[in-house]
């Protein structure tokens, strides 16, 4: 069931790329040289990283001017209390879009650690016609290089 209502989609890998201090995506072939796919909830769980990671508006030219996440305008703001509000924020207008996702239950941002520039956020949804909730977690990065 879950397949069918949060769907099926190629598999991305997420990954750090210096060359442009950002999050760039791989395709994934399978041995026998097939593309690996993704469905259901690591499906969704993809599509809302994607999601997150796109600056908004980024898509306009394709017919998607609403797709993504205003999280970029964060880039260079302390890391304090109040960026943390506007992180909770600008996630929750990002996900709210997603129509998969039936509600959000929570969103913790966590401090990172090893990296004073950094925050972990930590998603918690609920997908459409589900009970269960689902968790995925975000690195989001104050400073770039």
Not at 23 to 29: K, V, Y
Not at 40 to 51: F, K, S, T, V
Not at 103 to 110: K, L, T, Y
């Amino acid at each position: 069931m879950d397949e069918e209502l949060l769907g099926t989609d190629m598999k991305l890998v997420l990954e750090m790329r210096p060359e442009y201090t950002g999050f760039g995506a791989d395709l994934i072939a399978s041995k026998k040289g097939d593309l690996e796919m993704v469905s259901g909830r690591q499906n969704l769980g993809q599509a809302i990283m994607h999601r997150l990671l796109t600056r908004k508006g980024e898509l306009g030219a394709l017919g998607h001017p609403d797709y993504g996440s205003r999280l970029h305008e964060l880039i260079g703001e302390p890391n304090n209390e109040r960026t943390w509000d506007l992180v909770r924020l600008y996630i929750k207008e990002c996900i709210l879009q997603e129509s998969r996702v039936q509600d959000i239950v929570e969103i913790s941002v966590i401090v990172h650690r090893d990296n004073k520039n950094s925050v972990l956020v930590d998603i918690t949804v609920l997908p459409i016609k589900s009970n269960v909730p689902m968790n995925v977690v975000f690195p989001f990065y104050l400073e770039v290089g």
